[in-house]
Structures are given as C-alpha cells and as structure tokens.
T-cell receptor
Framework: SQELEQSPQSLIVQEGKNLTINCTSS?????LYWYKQKYGEGLIFLMM?????EEKSHEKITAKLDEKKQQSSLHITASQPSHAGIYLC????????????FGQGTTLQVKP | EADIYQTPRYLVIGTGKKITLECSQT?????MYWYQQDPGMELHLIHY???????EKGDLSSESTVSRIRTEHFPLTLESARPSHTSQYLC???????????FGPGTRLTVL
C-alpha cells in the first residue's frame, strides 16, 4: 500500500524566514494535495498537483511535484504568524478517486 | 455560498448512546467522504460515496455506518458509542470533473 512520509515533523521559524516542507511517497502519485489545519479544526485546501514537474503558487506558498511524481515540496516565503498550523500532504494513489491517504503532518510555529 | 457543513462541531456523550454526525454540502458534488483523525493527527478514510444510494467502507475499519439518500447529505451513525470512538470526524466532498477534495470543519466526538 502507498505511504506518505512528511518531513520535518515540526518546525519553528522566525517571522520573515523561508521554509520548506517535504512529502515523499513510496509509489507514483496520481494527485498530491496540500492542506493546512488549525488544531481541532477542518482542513483548508491549499493546492493540488497532478503533473510531473508541476508547480503552483498561492500568495506566499509554492508547491512543486517532482518529475517522477513521488516527491512534493511546499515552500513558504517570508513566513508570517498567520502561516502557523499543521500542514498535511494527501495523495490519491489510484487516480482522481478522492480517496486520499495522508502523511503524518508537519506542525509549523512562526515566532514574531 | 457553496460550502460543506458539519454538525455538531463538538459532542460529549456517554457510552452506549446512539449518535448521528451530520454532513451537508451545497457544491453539488457527487462524491462524499468521511475521515477519522486520531490524536496523532493522522487521517484515515472510513467511508465514501460516489453518489446517491452508493456507500463503501474505507481503508480504516469503523463500526460506524453511513447513508446517502440525497446528493447533498451524508450522515454518519454510531449505534452504540464507546470511548474508543473518541476522535475527530471530518467530512469531505469532491466531484468527478475537478479533483479538489474539500473538507468540512469537523466534529470532535468525546465518548465518556
């Protein structure tokens, strides 16, 4: 079965610094999703990547999917306290089924 | 405004009670899902539906049941709640034309 590994598990950065979160799959990804979650709340959809080499940006957050479609990175530029939360990557292993498996999450703290 | 709603947001009940967690979406999505999130933050699919009168069990075994009588409504029922059911339950939806999976705010269930 497919597994997703996120790194790092937790991250503390100073406001204004850049950071990167990685998500690695044991198998080829058909769709890779990035979500943000505040503790105890629902998941906020950030971006979804499907094609090898694809890159998407929204405000100061950029997500990339490598050519082999087994690794994705989420990069935050000039972090702000509002970026704090838990970042989760999810993968659709069989192709647009919506049935996602998730990594264990990365907890981000941004110090003012 | 198109969205996905879950009620109640928080529920504390005693062992043996029957409960129903409600999920509704106004986006016209044909696919709906229930995920369970344990204290370690990992999310697991417990039920999914690809349309009215279609329901399937997910990867994680669950004692809960679901129904899909209307496109917009996907309730989850526990006939006899136990402390082991204590968790966060997240409802999500998507459609067959766009791969974005949108999550609701979640229901945090505590069984005493």
């Amino acid at each position: 079965s497919q597994e997703l590994e996120q790194s790092p598990q937790s991250l503390i950065v100073q406001e204004g610094k850049n950071l990167t979160i990685n998500c690695t799959s044991s198998k080829t990804l058909y769709g890779l999703y990035w979500y943000k979650q505040k503790y105890g709340e629902g998941l906020i959809f950030l971006m979804m990547l499907q094609k090898g080499g694809e890159e998407k940006s929204h405000e100061k957050i950029t997500a990339k999917l490598d050519e082999k479609k087994q690794q994705s990175s989420l990069h935050i530029t000039a972090s702000q306290p509002s970026h704090a939360g838990i970042y989760l990557c999810g993968a659709d292993g069989t192709g647009n089924t919506g049935k996602l498996i998730f990594g264990q999450g990365t907890t981000l703290q941004v110090k003012p | 405004e198109a969205d996905i709603y879950q009620t109640p947001r928080y529920l504390v009940i005693g062992t043996g009670k029957k409960i129903t967690l409600e999920c509704s979406q106004t986006m016209g999505h044909d696919k709906m899902y229930w995920y369970q999130q344990d204290p370690g933050m990992e999310l697991h699919l417990i039920h999914y539906s690809y349309g009215v009168n279609s329901t399937e069990k997910g990867d994680l075994s669950s004692e809960s049941t679901v129904s899909r009588i209307r496109t917009e409504h996907f309730p989850l029922t526990l006939e006899s709640a136990r402390p082991s059911h204590t968790s966060q339950y997240l409802c999500a939806s998507s459609d067959s034309w766009t791969p974005d999976v949108i999550f609701g705010p979640g229901t945090r269930l505590t069984v005493l």
